[in-house]
């Protein structure tokens, strides 16, 4: 384990990583950023309930008072939770002035890889990632989680991304970049709140002990980079394609409209939506969170059963 002079590792998360045991890292730009309070906490403490369940300890990584947290407790998650936007949303370039000046941070799927890796936890489970935007040809933005994905030996499970983003970019910008993109249980690329995006993934993994080799032999080939695991929401919780479009559409219009750019750009659209769909599309955000934990700590345990 890293011994960063800015880096706070939990106890029971040292423990684990000390023992060889399953950890699986949360990120919290989506309790402070992504969704409303208090629905942020709750969703956030069942998370961690989730991966106990499914054997691994779980580290809910954040930047408080300028400390890089690998595991938060849940008076820091309900801080963060109740706190919500005004906490500094951090992808990688906004670490050195937060740790300098002793702020807090929300980690976004990037530097959620990051402090993870710093602790030595392998495995990271969220709902989605950032990627290429709508006219990124002409804006350039692009988010830094891909280059993360790209550099950082961290496995990301999550449900895919929103159609909030150019699916079909993103996925070059990968293969670029030469991260695998895994489909669990499918061959197509899921788009969050749906199971389908019409997009193929590079592989189909369907259980934890094959995601674990994967990911075993990209360290023994040392690889630099990380792996995407889509694992696509579960049937009963999946939104109606045509509603759920029409409001992403809608809000991406909105965006450009009011002009909204840089990282203001992703949580303007999710809350848009949200306020477009009533809600709905929260519950289906928290159960594919779950499902991704689950997943998570489930790969973890593999993973560690393997050295
Ligand atoms: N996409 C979602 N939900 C989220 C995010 C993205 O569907 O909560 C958050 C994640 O923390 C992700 C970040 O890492 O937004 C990406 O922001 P940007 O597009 O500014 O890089
Ligand atoms: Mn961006």
Do not use: W
Request: glycine share 10%.
């Amino acid at each position: 384990m890293s011994l960063n002079k800015y880096l706070d590792v939990a106890p029971e998360v040292a423990e684990a990583i000390a023992a060889g045991k399953p950890v699986v890292a949360l990120e919290s730009t989506i309790i402070s950023h992504g969704m409303p309070y208090p629905q942020n906490v709750e969703t956030a403490l069942n998370v961690e309930k989730i991966i106990r369940e499914n054997g691994a300890v779980p580290a809910t990584i954040a930047v408080i008072g300028g400390r890089l947290k690998a595991g938060c407790t849940k008076e820091e998650i309900e801080y963060l939770g109740k706190k919500g936007l005004e906490v500094t949303k951090a992808s990688r370039r906004d670490l050195p002035v937060l740790v300098a000046r002793g702020e807090d941070g929300a980690t976004t799927v990037t530097t959620t890889m990051i402090i993870a890796h710093m602790a030595g936890i392998q495995v990271f489970a969220t709902g989605g990632i950032g990627g290429v935007h709508r006219g990124a040809e002409t804006t350039m933005d692009i988010s830094a989680d891909l280059e993360e994905l790209a550099q950082t030996p961290v496995m990301v499970v999550c449900a895919g991304a929103k159609s909030i983003l150019d699916l079909g970019l993103t996925l070059e910008y990968l293969e670029t970049h030469g991260v695998p993109v895994i489909g669990y249980g499918t061959k197509e690329l899921p788009a969050f709140y749906t199971r389908k995006s019409g997009f193929s993934v590079d592989y189909e993994i369907d259980t934890p002990e094959e995601l674990a080799a994967a990911f075993h032999a990209q360290r023994e080939l040392e690889f630099k980079g990380g792996m995407l695991v889509t694992n696509p929401i579960p049937e009963e919780f999946s939104m109606d394609a045509d509603v759920i479009n029409k409001a992403i559409d809608e809000a991406v219009e909105e965006a450009k409209e009011q002009g909204i750019h840089g990282k203001a750009t992703t949580p303007f659209l999710l809350a848009k939506i949200k306020d477009l769909t009533g809600g709905d599309s929260l519950d289906s955000n928290i159960h594919l969170v779950y499902n991704n934990a689950k997943l998570a700590a489930k790969t973890a345990a593999a993973i560690c059963a393997l050295k």
